[in-house]
């Protein structure tokens, strides 16, 4: 008897995993083809729960009848939707103290930013780019469009990241928590009314046609691509370059980076520019 099973954890079988980790790449863009004890671990009590008997009559299901919820339900267990504040501040701080004055110099005439957090998951990056947008602009703020647009394939992350309510990690500045945060009880706090109204949610498959009325300045996609296979993440980026205006940028997560025969220039560290 295997480990797996003496545990209780359903197994599956080739064609099975086969099958489930085709429809996954195929419709949402992220490869499982390593991660077969993962598929067994975190879907063992979904199965159980649902009342499928075993894997193949559950992939069965997905792959015949499968709807938004069920396909949410999969997806959650099987991404890691793990964020927090201030991830990887290199990033901001270039974006705040190189990127805003190119753009919001190009945005002078109708003072209109357009910003995509790109696989936004629970809401901390979005509204962490909005806090240091609001630090940029200090008073003249709301004279300035910079709203948001944030995405995320997972109804269950969009439903947290609207809510905005969090525990903050110790290096969070005490300043902003005061500043753009109200303290819910014990150690939450809910980001404030002005930062959640700059933020648009909104689901969206990364697979699908990016089709938008107006490109992008910047698009964040920090630790997402890492979910995608080759072919996969340079059409993505390819798709994204289309979504960007000229001098435009991309950032991406600092662990991740593009493949040299995409048309992006790389101008620092996972940061670059069209």
Same mark, same amino acid.
């Given at each position: 008897?295997?480990?797996?099973?003496?545990?209780?954890?359903?197994?599956?079988?080739?064609?099975?995993?086969?099958?489930?980790?085709?429809?996954?790449?195929?419709?949402?863009?992220?490869?499982?083809?390593?991660?077969?004890?993962?598929?067994?671990?975190?879907?063992?009590?979904?199965?159980?729960?649902?009342?499928?008997?075993? %894997?193949?009559?559950?992939?069965?299901?997905?792959?015949?009848?499968?709807?938004?919820?069920?396909?949410?339900?999969?997806?959650?267990?099987?991404?890691?939707?793990?964020?927090?504040?201030?991830?990887?501040?290199?990033? %901001?701080?270039? %974006?705040? =103290?190189?990127?805003?004055?190119?753009?919001?110099?190009?945005?002078?005439?109708? =003072?209109?930013?357009?910003?995509?957090?790109?696989?936004?998951?629970?809401?901390?990056?979005?509204?962490?780019?909005?806090?240091?947008?609001?630090?940029?602009?200090?008073?003249?703020?709301?004279?300035?469009?910079?709203?948001?647009?944030?995405?995320?394939?997972?109804?269950?992350?969009?439903?947290?990241?609207?809510?905005?309510?969090?525990?903050?990690?110790?290096?969070?500045?005490?300043?902003?928590?005061?500043?753009?945060?109200?303290?819910?009880?014990?150690?939450?706090?809910?980001?404030? =009314?002005?930062?959640?109204?700059?933020?648009?949610?909104?689901?969206?498959?990364?697979?699908?046609?990016?089709?938008?009325?107006?490109?992008?300045?910047?698009?964040?996609?920090?630790?997402?691509?890492? %979910?995608?296979?080759?072919?996969?993440?340079?059409?993505?980026?390819?798709?994204?370059?289309?979504?960007?205006?000229?001098?435009?940028?991309?950032?991406?997560?600092?662990?991740?980076?593009?493949?040299?025969?995409?048309?992006?220039?790389?101008?620092?560290?996972?940061?670059?520019? =069209?």
């Amino acid at each position: 008897m295997s480990y797996e099973e003496a545990i209780g954890t359903l197994l599956i079988s080739d064609e099975d995993f086969t099958r489930l980790v085709r429809f996954v790449q195929r419709n949402y863009g992220i490869d499982l083809h390593q991660k077969r004890q993962l598929i067994q671990s975190r879907l063992t009590a979904t199965i159980k729960t649902r009342g499928f008997g075993d %894997f193949k009559s559950y992939v069965d299901y997905l792959l015949r009848k499968g709807n938004g919820d069920d396909i949410n339900e999969l997806l959650v267990k099987l991404t890691t939707n793990y964020t927090y504040f201030m991830r990887e501040t290199e990033s %901001f701080d270039y %974006f705040q =103290k190189s990127i805003l004055p190119q753009i919001t110099r190009r945005r002078a005439s109708d =003072k209109s930013l357009s910003i995509w957090s790109a696989g936004c998951s629970s809401g901390e990056e979005p509204y962490n780019v909005t806090m240091y947008m609001m630090e940029y602009f200090g008073s003249q703020w709301a004279a300035w469009d910079a709203r948001m647009l944030a995405t995320d394939l997972s109804l269950d992350v969009l439903r947290k990241a609207q809510k905005g309510v969090y525990q903050l990690p110790e290096s969070f500045p005490e300043a902003w928590r005061e500043k753009y945060f109200t303290h819910v009880g014990g150690t939450r706090y809910e980001v404030s =009314k002005k930062v959640k109204n700059n933020v648009i949610f909104r689901q969206f498959n990364l697979m699908d046609p990016i089709n938008i009325r107006r490109k992008f300045d910047v698009i964040f996609c920090r630790n997402v691509l890492i %979910f995608f296979d080759q072919p996969t993440k340079s059409a993505l980026i390819k798709r994204f370059y289309d979504a960007t205006v000229p001098g435009g940028y991309l950032i991406i997560s600092l662990s991740e980076n593009l493949p040299p025969d995409l048309p992006y220039k790389r101008v620092a560290t996972s940061i670059f520019q =069209k």
